[in-house]
């Protein structure tokens, strides 16, 4: 297993030591996992669309019925 090293270079600006395979970070892992994270993209669009609406009520109400 080859370990991999960096340095900082600046803020936020890595330099890798070695020879780095950049597909591991521009290549999704798995088409399931990209299929899922589209769909829970599509459902948080759809919850803050909903509360936009008004269909859940104020947040301060839910939070007195906790209390």
Known sequence: MRMWHY???GA???YVCYDFDNTL???HPSEDLREEDA???KL???TV???KLGRYGP???KNKMDG
């Open 7 to 9: 340095r900082e270079v």
């Open 44 to 46: 948080a669009e759809m």
């Open 59 to 61: 947040i301060s109400e």
């Open 49 to 51: 669309s909903d509360y």
């Open 25 to 27: 970070l521009t290549t």
């Open 39 to 41: 769909r829970l993209r």
């Open 12 to 14: 936020r600006t890595p």
